[in-house]
């Protein structure tokens, strides 16, 4: 073989070796064969679902109602409330701790001051918590220690906690996000002015999107759930009522009783929530309020715990269930197919797609199913026809996977999509390794080519 023949043949290797690195890559991942364009855009149909995405955590937040006694004669209970949270912070998820105020019985014992402090401080670091001012707090005379102990200071460098009204932590809100959805909880003194309450609502205006917790100290009242105390009607009517579309929950102590009311306003559920054991043994027995979101369910249950006695408390008051829709985000899958599509279904608990599709006898169908991350994230996916495992192309970027498969047209089709996890998308960095190997492999061919005609 002559120099030039030599260096041709090269030259056709080389157009071969790129030819093999590109079907290569195509084997490697199919989905780059697709070419939705180049079907007849009449042929195409493309609908749309919206769902709220399977994998919201369920989040706890724990209620701490008066603790006055505690800190009196007690601390050892104390203790053991907060030490119980911060060893269930993970396993319960718990996002966000609050305390109805009376944190002391006397304003002016420092003791208590410091017993508190010391309970309080086993939250710091673990967990978000907020605290307000009750009439025992010093609220009605000297709020000195309140501020030495509790103050905004110790709280500012907290990436959750909002600020205070004017620069007070009697009153205060902190910001958490949890389960897909964002919170503004409003910690409020025990009769707040009416220009406190006009503060807490420029704060809920100024977070439009965000669902709002408040906390009181004094709210509901006797003799019977719902009834609300002179300043728990205030609070209601200045505060509760005109921002209804964002409330959903208030927590308040103060009298010592369990129970809870509903009331609808202009379509909207605020739930009151009434905590308070002082008057129990040991200055309450270490009972708190568990509050554990279901973004699933749709549900919040609530409980009733005491780490010092070890037990619930499952009477009616105590332990129940209160209906709400958490979920804000919403998610669309989008299928675009050649076959007619219908019954699609998403099951947020076995986390699967479901839908039919239908075409004329025996012609070849395909569908492209986009699904958002935020809704699914699986691995491996399983795609089924009539629950036959169908083999299926695949691509993912930072929002979306892509699944795109193809069939014969045989009656109506139920196709499943299910899984769990993630599949990383394809990686540039196997580009590199691919073309070496198919470069080494035509490299040897040309050796052997060259061996048997040298």
Not at 17 to 23: G, P, R, S
Not at 109 to 129: R, T
Request: aromatic share 14%.
């Amino acid at each position: 073989m002559d120099i030039n023949s030599y260096y041709s043949m090269l030259n056709r290797l080389t157009k071969v070796t790129l030819v093999l690195f590109c079907l290569l890559i195509l084997i490697i991942n199919p989905f780059f064969t697709i070419d939705v364009n180049a079907t007849s855009i009449d042929l195409l149909q493309e609908k749309t679902w919206t769902y709220a995405p399977y994998n919201l955590e369920n989040f706890t937040i724990i209620v701490l109602p008066d603790t006055q006694v505690y800190s009196e004669d007690n601390p050892l209970v104390f203790d053991n409330q907060t030490q119980w949270i911060v060893d269930n912070v993970e396993s319960m998820n718990i996002v966000f701790v609050t305390h109805l105020g009376d944190i002391v019985d006397d304003w002016d014992a420092i003791a208590q001051w410091e017993n508190a402090n010391h309970s309080m401080s086993k939250l710091d670091g673990n967990v978000p918590w907020g605290v307000l001012a009750g009439n025992h707090d010093g609220i009605l005379s000297d709020q000195t220690n309140f501020e030495k102990y509790f103050g905004s200071e110790r709280f500012e460098n907290q990436s959750w906690y909002g600020g205070t009204y004017q620069n007070n932590n009697k009153n205060n809100y902190q910001l958490l996000s949890a389960g897909g959805d964002d919170y503004l909880i409003l910690n409020l003194q025990y009769s707040p002015t009416n220009e406190i309450l006009e503060w807490a609502g420029s704060i809920i205006e100024n977070y439009p999107s965000r669902r709002v917790i408040v906390s009181v100290h004094d709210y509901i009242t006797w003799p019977y759930a719902g009834w609300r105390s002179y300043i728990g009607e205030r609070i209601f009517q200045r505060l509760v009522k005109p921002h209804a579309d964002q409330i959903f929950l208030v927590f308040c102590g103060h009298i010592d009783r369990t129970e809870h009311a509903t009331e609808l306003i202009d379509g909207h559920t605020v739930y009151e929530l009434v905590s308070d054991y002082q008057l129990q043994n040991n200055g309450g027995n270490g009972w708190l309020k568990i509050l554990e979101f279901s973004p699933l369910q749709d549900k919040i249950f609530v409980k009733t715990y005491s780490p010092y006695l070890g037990k619930f408390d499952h009477g009616s008051e105590s332990e129940f269930t209160l209906d709400y829709d958490q979920t804000s985000i919403l998610s669309t899958v989008s299928i675009l197919s050649n076959s007619t599509l219908s019954d699609f279904t998403f099951n947020k608990t076995q986390k699967q797609i479901s839908f039919k599709l239908s075409g004329e006898a025996i012609t070849t169908g395909y569908c492209n199913v986009s699904i958002p991350n935020n809704l699914l994230e699986i691995s491996p996916w399983f795609v089924t026809i009539n629950e036959e495992l169908q083999e299926y192309s695949l691509y993912q970027n930072s929002t979306h996977t892509n699944l795109y498969f193809n069939y014969i047209h045989l009656g109506n089709l139920q196709v499943g999509i299910i899984g769990g996890g993630i599949i990383p998308e394809f990686s540039t960095f196997l580009v590199l390794p691919l073309f070496i190997i198919t470069t080494l492999f035509t490299i040897a061919i040309a050796r052997g080519v060259h061996k048997k005609y040298s």
